[in-house]
């Protein structure tokens, strides 16, 4: 016998449906709306199907991508003048994404010897276990990057601003020597977002950044991304989907809030930073002052050459008697700076290297490559500058 058909469907099936809406007016949001959702539904199978064989069709699964990465890997592209940019949940992530791309079993890398010291646990302890060996070297000495070269070797790896010590690469000479050799050159430029440095400009091939940080700016969302030529990036979105290195709908949607004002931010904290490292350089307790744009930086004349606009927001200084427990006190001492085992917010804030992006080395690695127990780094936010030095110097007179 038949059933008579159905007029309305029930609560719960009304339920499940609850919050579907089809937009028909001419007008479009202002502010890009946040997709949280992780699938798509279609009427048939080949709509899916179509977006699977080209995915600049729509989007399926966010694993692979959603419209608010999309928006932002298109953002960032055009601001970093790539052919193509991939967001991933880190920075980190990025960085393992562009090296898996461009080595594998077998290859080799050689990276600068002062980076992140979160990288070079990441180069020591996870590529070794996918059989990527790496040599760390000082990459401003050419012969002695020549002298690391092997047959297998496939990139180098550098920071365009070294962290913590803010060491200024030559992008140009860098990527040269790359070419020649055929090796892919991969720069960090988080401390330098494109509004400061576009390393693709000098050659670089591939440029990676910690979005978490001036790309965001405000130390709530999460992520990295990557990019360069077409090609390059179409191997990492494989790689990344694969694995799972996927910016999450909300993060991407804060990051392409954050780009709107990031040439006002960095304006700012150029523009800070410069008057912080001065006014630090003439204190006696201090002892050396690490910031390119001072004349006493080793390479401030590189520094003025590929930074036109400002030379960053981070920096950092050596407390001139005392070691580890001198850079507590004055830690404690500060009022309105904190503690922050990150950087690039728009407040300022303070950290020990030796304790937090180095702490995984050994002390002879950290002085090997300059991170010493007097060492302290600032990243100097968009505050008034005067604010920020009365509270470095009574915290300076404590000790």
Not at 13 to 18: F, N
Not at 30 to 44: E, K, S
Not at 82 to 98: H, V, Y
Not at 363 to 391: C, F, H, K, Y
């Amino acid at each position: 016998m038949l059933q008579p058909k159905r007029a309305r469907r029930s609560q719960q099936t009304l339920a499940a449906h609850a919050g579907e809406l089809e937009i028909t007016q001419a007008g479009r949001p202002l502010a890009m709306p946040l997709y949280q959702t992780t699938v798509w539904g279609f009427d048939n199978v080949e709509d899916a199907n179509s977006i699977y064989h080209d995915p600049s069709k729509g989007w399926v699964y966010y694993r692979s991508s959603g419209p608010n990465q999309s928006a932002f890997e298109k953002a960032f592209a055009q601001m970093e003048g790539a052919e193509a940019s991939r967001a991933t949940g880190s920075g980190m992530a990025a960085i393992f994404t562009a090296l898996i791309t461009a080595a594998q079993v077998g290859d080799h890398i050689i990276a600068e010897k002062s980076i992140y010291g979160v990288t070079v646990s990441l180069f020591l302890k996870q590529l070794s276990r996918f059989g990527i060996e790496v040599t760390f070297e000082d990459l401003s000495d050419e012969q002695a990057v020549k002298a690391a070269l092997k047959p297998n070797t496939k990139a180098i790896f550098f920071e365009t601003l070294g962290n913590p010590l803010v060491g200024v690469a030559d992008l140009g000479a860098l990527a040269k020597l790359a070419r020649e050799n055929k090796l892919v050159s991969i720069v960090d430029s988080t401390f330098t977002p494109p509004y400061l440095v576009r390393p693709l400009e000098y050659g670089v091939d591939v440029v990676v950044h910690a979005t978490t940080k001036y790309a965001n700016g405000h130390s709530d969302a999460m992520g990295g991304i990557l990019s360069g030529n077409k090609d390059f990036i179409k191997r990492a979105i494989e790689s990344a989907q694969l694995i799972g290195l996927t910016m999450s709908p909300f993060d991407a949607w804060m990051n392409v809030r954050s780009l709107k004002t990031l040439p006002l931010r960095m304006e700012a904290h150029c523009r800070n930073a410069l008057i912080i490292a001065q006014w630090l350089e003439a204190q006696p307790q201090v002892s050396r002052v690490h910031y390119p744009g001072l004349e006493s930086h080793i390479r401030h004349e590189l520094a003025q050459r590929q930074m036109p606009k400002g030379f960053g927001g981070m920096l950092a200084f050596e407390i001139k008697e005392g070691g580890a427990d001198a850079v507590q006190r004055f830690i404690k001492a500060l009022e309105h700076i904190p503690y922050v085992p990150s950087l690039a917010d728009v407040i300022t804030t303070v950290n020990y290297p030796a304790m937090t992006s180095h702490r995984h080395l050994s002390s002879e690695q950290r002085n090997d490559v300059g991170v010493t127990d007097r060492l302290v780094r600032i990243s100097v936010g968009i505050e008034d500058p005067a604010d920020i030095i009365a509270d470095l110097e009574q915290a300076l007179s404590a000790l």
